[in-house]
């Protein structure tokens, strides 16, 4: 089967939509089917199976883009008709200007288009002030459906959670199939650590509004075992000078670092707990892989956020933004070692479902099946 996989966004792996790409791209090309990749990452030109189109310029916006990291690709005609020339089927990750050119010409051309949500209207809105309207985030979803998602064959939406959010808010069921990302195995290798030193606290991720790293530095600071505790933050973004000032006024115990991915799996069994902060998440692949890792995870219940639903009980939630529940939780858990076993124990069960070859075969299994809807 010869597959294009169209990414508005791609550049180094530091974001669960870029390790998505990678993965899918990696797994479709090992199982023998001829993938070709459209992205605007000059590193990638000459190299076999990619096809380059160039950056996107948003003017003064560019400043902000490049503070978090990302690049937008144009959506280049010429560049699109010779890649998608002769696929069996379009796989489009990102519902902006690439992607839906993307679609448009695959749709005119009769091949076969799906694609995956990644995006969260809050992920945009975030960038403008206006994370918090529910109007502005109900126009952004409305964007994305008539601009990407009406088109397509089959939705790839990574939780249930979204695929409801998504559905309501454009008033529209879409043909889809509900697929984890799913962690490499790399994460899922026996626990063997012991503490030493200082209790410390995990929490990956982009340092950015959505993803609320805040509330764990005022949990910490309000910890009556403050003093014992390390947070270790793995991860980087346009936040990172707040948070470490932030941190300082608290007189919290806080290292900010990034990880290369090959790193990770090591770092995870440095920690004694793992927080997930995240205000608005689809999936949240860096919890997944701590609860792959052994690590049991106190997640933040934000009505926005799937990653609420990987929780085994109370004891593993706490309220978005309440930092004085949150140290509840973390001396739940610190205060007695005993209970950190049991949960790692519950959480055995739960990872189970994301073994990431499971999960890519079933995303191969939803490209044939588009493939053939078309024949």
């Known amino acids: 089967m ?28 090992e199982n023998g089917h001829e993938v070709t990749v459209v992205c605007a ?9 990619y096809e380059i189109v160039p950056i996107k310029n948003f003017g003064p916006i560019n400043l902000i883009l490049k503070a978090n990291h990302v690049t937008l690709a144009k959506g280049d005609k010429k560049v699109l008709a010779r890649a998608i020339e002769g696929a069996d089927v379009v796989h489009v990750l990102m519902p902006f200007f690439l992607g839906v050119a993307a679609a448009k010409l695959a749709k005119k051309a009769g ?6 949500f ?6 945009v809105t975030a960038h403008i002030a206006c994370m918090n309207l529910h109007l502005a985030n109900h126009i952004t979803y409305l964007f994305f459906y008539n601009l990407l998602y009406k088109r397509v064959d089959l939705v790839h939406y990574p939780t249930q959670f979204i695929k409801d959010l998504f559905e309501k808010e ?13 962690v490499n195995k790399a994460f899922f290798s026996p626990r063997t650590h012991t503490r030493e030193g200082k209790f410390t606290i995990l929490c990956t991720g982009r340092f950015s509004k959505e993803k609320d790293q805040r509330t764990l530095i005022k949990a910490v600071a309000l910890s009556e075992y403050r003093d014992d505790i390390r947070i270790l933050f793995a991860g980087c973004g346009p936040r990172e000078k707040e948070l470490k000032k932030l941190a ?12 290369a991915r090959e790193d990770l799996p090591a770092v995870l069994q440095q920690a004694d707990l793992y927080v997930h902060t995240a205000l608005v998440e689809i999936e949240a692949i860096s919890c997944l892989e701590a609860i792959a890792s052994g690590l049991v995870p106190i997640i933040c219940k934000s009505p926005r956020s799937a990653t609420k639903s990987f929780a ?11 930092a004085k529940e949150l140290a509840e939780r973390i001396s739940f858990f610190y205060r007695d070692p005993a209970k950190i076993e049991e949960y790692e124990r519950k959480y ?15 995303m191969e299994q939803m490209l044939l099946d588009a493939a053939d809807m078309a024949k």
Do not use: W
Not at 41 to 49: A, I, Q, S, T, V
Not at 173 to 181: A, M
Not at 248 to 259: C, P, T
Not at 312 to 322: I, K, P
């Open 2 to 29: 010869k597959v294009v996989i169209v990414c508005d966004v791609l550049g180094k792996p530091n974001n669960g939509t870029t390790l998505a790409a990678y993965n899918l791209i990696g797994f479709l090309r």
């Open 41 to 49: 990452d000059k590193d990638k030109e000459g190299m076999e199976g």
């Open 111 to 116: 091949i076969p288009v799906t694609a995956s």
């Open 118 to 123: 990644h995006a969260q209207a809050e992920n």
């Open 170 to 182: 454009v008033g529209h069921t879409t043909p889809s199939r509900i697929i984890s990302n799913g």
């Open 248 to 259: 300082a006024r608290k007189h919290v115990e806080a290292d900010f670092r990034f990880y």
């Open 312 to 322: 085994v009980d109370e004891n593993c939630l706490f309220t978005a933004g309440n």
């Open 348 to 362: 055995a069960v739960v990872k189970e479902n994301f073994h990431q070859e499971d999960c890519m075969r079933q």
